[in-house]
């Protein structure tokens, strides 16, 4: 039997639900910015706007109402940052505004050292002198994505393959992928375990290299992600270089050349916790998942389990 989306959602995801309140229409031009589902390691120009109210505890790991400054996040005292919002189109990274699509992730096990030492570090960032020119991603959204499918960017560019470029919208994409996905005969998947490489370059934003620890790993994800690549008819440019990590937060504005100390400091420190156990993590098992911005990725369908 053919489930839909609606009966596929796995209830044990929760989902962070944005409540939009008031705009400031607050604007920061800013340089290098971040990694996350779809933009791999690009260096671009942003914009960030201020515009929602986080749900209590969304961004734990970072007190915007205490460092912020207002040319961030507005001169309204308690304005938090919202969604986040890449745009494929313009090279843009927004807060606050939705932006729909679906991808393949691996969650990182909430009871592992590695991400204890992610919450630690997102920990030393709220302290350091950086802590306002950083965003960090809600503690329960931590993956690594294996496949990036399609956005709504995807759908307007006309980018979508034959059998889905008669979708209107992200939502019939994704239902039309998971009938797909439901009919495949994907290779069965076994344990995913990363090693740490080091942190990505701070000026663009706040992200862990990860690489697989092992040659069973580094055969499986590669199998998927040809399998994945050939069964949707998808490949970004980038497939064959695809860089693996963890995104732990964002930057918000363009870094000069005096936070260059603080930022080798603040990598220093950072880097530091992930010793001994924290080196390596084996990942929740994949699963095909629904986006509607950077802050939660709950999950429709898991990827066959060896």
């Known amino acids: 039997m053919t489930m839909t989306i609606h009966d596929l959602l796995l ?15 607050v604007r920061q031009r800013v340089g290098a910015l971040p990694h996350c589902t779809g933009c791999a390691r690009r260096r671009k120009r942003a914009t960030f706007d201020c515009a929602t109210s986080a749900p209590p505890g969304a961004f734990d790991a970072f007190d915007a109402t205490a460092s912020a ?7 309204t005292p308690g304005c938090s940052p919202g969604s986040i919002r890449p745009s494929g189109r313009s090279g843009t990274f927004h807060l606050s505004q939705r932006f729909p699509g679906n991808t393949f992730v691996c969650p990182v096990p909430q009871d592992s050292a590695f991400f204890h030492a992610e919450t630690e ?15 960090c991603r ?17 759908v307007i560019d006309e980018q979508l393959p034959a059998w889905l470029a008669d979708c209107a919208n992200v939502s019939e994409v994704s239902q039309r992928i998971l009938a797909r996905l439901q009919e495949s005969t994907l290779t069965p998947v076994g344990p995913i375990t990363m090693k740490v490489e080091g942190f990505g370059p701070f000026d663009a934003g706040f992200t862990m290299d990860l690489t697989p620890a092992d040659d069973a790993t580094f055969t499986g994800l590669w199998t998927i992600r040809r399998e994945l690549s050939a069964l949707l008819e998808l490949r970004a ?3 064959e270089t ?16 005096a936070d260059v100390p603080p930022m080798e400091r603040l990598a220093a420190k950072c880097s530091a916790l992930f010793t001994g ?30």
């Open 277 to 306: 156990e924290a080196a390596t993590v084996t990942l929740e098992h994949p699963a095909f998942n629904l986006f509607d911005d950077m802050l939660a990725f709950p999950q429709l369908w898991r990827l066959p389990k060896a």
């Open 121 to 135: 570090a997102m920990e030393i960032m709220k302290r350091s002198s950086l802590a306002d020119q950083y965003v």
């Open 237 to 239: 440019s980038d497939f």
């Open 138 to 154: 809600p503690h329960q959204s931590m993956h690594m994505t294996v496949f990036d499918a399609t956005t709504q960017d995807t």
């Open 242 to 257: 695809y860089p693996f990590h963890s995104t732990l937060g964002y930057r918000l504005v363009k870094p000069l050349a």
């Open 69 to 75: 400054p207002a040319r961030v996040f507005g001169k």
């Open 11 to 25: 209830p044990d995801v929760g989902v962070v639900v944005l409540s939009v309140c008031l705009s400031w229409g």
